[in-house]
């Protein structure tokens, strides 16, 4: 089962290489209905789906390394 959640925008391809903080200030304009949470590469995550979260995973000098999307 595919979860959908109402907001068009569920993901921000173009954030990559940017700083973790600017980037999750970005996706809190873009989409006030999610709450950005910045976790290092490598971290354990929770499995479960919300459509009020995004993810942005950061390398050891704070960049973004993967898209941030509604997880």
Do not use: Y
């Amino acid at each position: 089962m595919t979860i959908q959640c109402p907001w068009r925008k569920s993901s921000w391809p173009e954030l990559v290489g940017k700083k973790g903080h600017i980037a999750a200030k970005k996706v809190e304009q873009e989409n006030p209905n999610v709450h950005a949470i910045i976790m290092h590469q490598g971290s354990p995550a929770t499995q479960d789906f919300r459509c009020d979260r995004v993810r942005i995973v950061v390398n050891n000098q704070g960049i973004v390394v993967s898209t941030p999307r509604i997880a």
